[in-house]
């Protein structure tokens, strides 16, 4: 008797499943290596060398983030100064009980494809890095914001789901 495979089991979990694997021994293999060169000073004796490698001794790090959410809203185009597509999403995440909410960056086909073919409510999967930015606001103070700028996105549901009426 032969085991039936399960019907949550679907192409793209397969290759979500295969990409993931594929990332962590991509991560696994990165070696960092990072040359230290002394420079002579001829005004103080502290080692630039010492201060270097005590800076080197962190480790290696990774900036990757990987979600599968609807979309808030419709991603709006933008265009900038030189003439490059830019748009900014925002992707919903269920963790538990609450929503957690993401400000995802899209640029050139990606935004063309987002503006185009993504409506509120898609099921989207969005693989990318975190990049923090700060800007002045016009009450004078200063802002923050972590964005993932995004370097894949795939539609997951045909449509947005429907909604029943009221």
């Known amino acids: 008797m032969s085991a039936a495979r399960p019907k949550s089991e679907t192409p793209?979990?397969?290759?979500?499943?295969?990409?993931?694997?594929?990332?962590?021994?991509?991560?696994?293999?990165?070696q960092h290596t990072t040359e230290v060169h002394t420079m002579r000073s001829n005004t103080t004796t502290t080692t630039t060398a010492t201060k270097a490698a005590s800076r080197q001794s962190r480790g290696d790090s990774v900036n990757a983030v990987t979600l599968i959410g609807r979309l808030v809203a419709a991603p709006a185009p933008r265009e900038t100064?030189?003439?490059?597509?830019?748009?900014?999403?925002?992707?919903?995440?269920?963790?538990?009980?609450?929503?957690?909410?993401?400000?995802?960056?899209?640029?050139?086909?990606?935004?063309?494809?987002?503006?185009?073919?993504?409506?509120?409510?898609?099921?989207?999967?969005?693989?990318?890095?975190?990049?923090?930015?700060?800007?002045?606001?016009?009450d004078g103070s200063t802002r923050r914001t972590v964005e993932i700028v995004a370097n894949r996105l795939q539609a997951l549901s045909k449509s947005a789901p429907a909604v029943p009426a009221a």
């Open 12 to 30: 793209f979990r397969r290759d979500l499943f295969r990409a993931a694997v594929g990332l962590l021994s991509t991560v696994a293999s990165i």
């Open 81 to 138: 100064a030189s003439g490059k597509h830019v748009t900014t999403a925002r992707v919903a995440v269920q963790a538990g009980s609450h929503p957690d909410f993401f400000d995802i960056v899209l640029w050139g086909q990606m935004a063309d494809f987002a503006t185009r073919y993504l409506t509120k409510g898609r099921l989207v999967y969005v693989a990318g890095r975190l990049s923090s930015r700060q800007w002045q606001a016009t």
